[in-house]
């Protein structure tokens, strides 16, 4: 979906493509830190999409990582880094990510 700037041109929107929805529940994150290092952390979820999620972890985590995701459901899933920040609220670091896996939270 694209929208107009002030100026007339297209940019693209910002807006999600499927519904977040706020979720509550522990997974395990495994993958690369910014200096290299391997990881496996405990993280926690608390929004998801049908192809992605909003994740808390303590791992500073670089975009464009590719993360192992295990959900206490289903699967181990991969996952892309396409956020990350720190929230303000809370002092705590989230992550944004993109799952790579076709049917996304919900593959068998």
């Known amino acids: 979906m694209n929208e107009k700037d002030p100026r007339g041109a297209l940019v693209p929107s910002q807006r999600p493509r ?14 690369k830190t910014v200096t290299g290092e391997s990881f496996n952390v405990k ?9 992605g999620a909003t994740i ?8 464009g990582a590719i993360l192992k995701l295990t959900p206490p459901f289903g699967s181990e899933l991969n ?3 396409n956020g ?5 609220l809370d ?12 049917d996304g939270w919900f593959a068998e």
Request: hydrophobic residues 45%; charged residues 30%.
């Open 84 to 88: 990350a920040w720190t929230d303000q």
């Open 18 to 31: 499927s519904p977040r929805v706020p979720v509550e529940f522990a997974l395990e994150v495994e993958g």
């Open 79 to 81: 996952a892309e880094v």
């Open 91 to 102: 002092g705590r670091r989230r992550i944004g990510v993109k799952l790579l896996d076709q």
């Open 43 to 51: 993280a926690q979820a608390v929004k998801i999409s049908r192809g």
């Open 56 to 63: 808390i972890l303590e791992a500073e985590v670089p975009l």
